[in-house]
């Protein structure tokens, strides 16, 4: 009976190597275009400056977020290289987070907390690919998060998930 228990352990486990489920690689550092990668050149300025009409504390602290999680996003991706002469221009064009109060009692009629980013991907000054990433969060109620940074975090998480997306489908010519 214990030789046919470890010859039924040896059998799943020899299988579940195969199928890579032991192997200890995270699936995203997977990339579906492993030839791609990128260096950051400018992450979170405002796209548009002279028609910036986000508060400057949303602004502020949302440029820090977008600085800090996208290029560990990148890196876990394996899309990331700073001597890659692509490079991944990334600013803030809209960004919208409703009050507190709106979030918890209004939310039904309010406009939802949105972000949208623009992101270019370039080399030699020529541009390869330029995309218009848009997140939406219209949650409220008493299960919705009242702090408007941790509202900003999710806008911010959806945007780099997107973009990793684009990253990896994209397809760059000589």
């Known amino acids: 009976m214990l030789i046919i228990r470890g010859i039924m352990w ?16 995270p699936h ?5 275009n492993p030839a791609l990668r990128v260096s950051l050149h400018e992450v979170g300025r405002v796209c548009k400056p002279d028609y910036n009409d986000i508060p400057a504390e ?3 602290f949302a440029t820090a977020e977008l600085n800090s999680s996208l290029p560990a996003t990148l890196e876990r991706a394996g899309l990331l290289d700073a001597g890659s002469e692509v490079s991944l221009d990334v600013c803030i064009d809209q960004l919208y987070l409703r ?3 709106v979030t918890l009692l209004l939310f039904q009629v309010a406009e939802p ?10 080399r030699a000054g020529r541009v390869l690919h330029s995309w218009r ?7 409220g109620g008493s299960m919705a998060s009242p702090g408007k940074t941790r509202r900003a975090q999710m ?3 959806v945007i780099t998930r997107k973009l990793v997306n684009r990253l ?3 397809v760059i010519r000589p």
């Open 10 to 25: 040896l059998c799943l486990c020899s299988q579940l190597l195969w199928l890579e489920g032991c192997s200890g690689t």
């Open 28 to 32: 995203a550092a997977k990339s579906m």
């Open 58 to 60: 949303q602004l502020s």
């Open 99 to 101: 009050p507190g109060l």
């Open 113 to 122: 907390d949105y972000l949208v980013v623009r992101a270019r991907l370039g």
């Open 133 to 139: 990433l848009v997140a939406e969060n219209s949650a």
């Open 155 to 157: 806008l911010i998480n």
């Open 168 to 170: 990896e489908t994209a």
